[in-house]
């Protein structure tokens, strides 16, 4: 069974930054693609970014303009969101994901079959 947890939420100021982990565990932990989602309050929720562990594929939500590089360290089982030049529209609940469904790239969310439990963010002044 795989288990993800994300770490690093919190409250940012307009303009600053937060990284965001997400420690993936398993027996073994798939070699699938992972993915970063958000849920605005009210809103659906979008992916922000998808890579692969290896890094051959990247995928990025218009939304981020750049500024949300994805990025993924194989020996730690982590995946990362850095997150730069915040707004108050990127108020948001951050899930990661794995996908072991779907053969488009990057697919959307009912490819992604494992969760986990959202990190808040919170962009304000």
């Known amino acids: 069974q795989v288990q993800l947890v994300e770490s690093g939420g919190g409250l940012v100021e ?12 398993g027996r073994p932990v798939p070699n699938a693609p992972v993915g970063w989602f958000r849920q605005p309050p009210g809103k659906e ?31 730690k089982t982590t995946v990362y969101l850095e997150m730069n030049t ?15 469904r ?11 079959d494992s969760w986990g439990p959202g990190t ?3 962009v304000s002044s």
């Open 14 to 25: 307009p303009g600053g930054s937060l990284r965001l982990a997400c420690a993936v565990s």
């Open 120 to 122: 808040q963010v919170t």
């Open 86 to 100: 915040m707004r108050p529209e990127d108020t948001a609940v951050y899930y990661c994901a794995i996908r072991r």
């Open 102 to 112: 779907g053969s488009t790239w990057p697919g959307d969310s009912a490819d992604f």
């Open 45 to 75: 929720r979008e992916l922000v970014a998808a890579r692969t562990w290896a890094g051959d594929l990247t995928y990025y939500g218009d939304s981020m303009q750049g500024r949300f590089p994805i990025s993924t360290d194989r020996v």
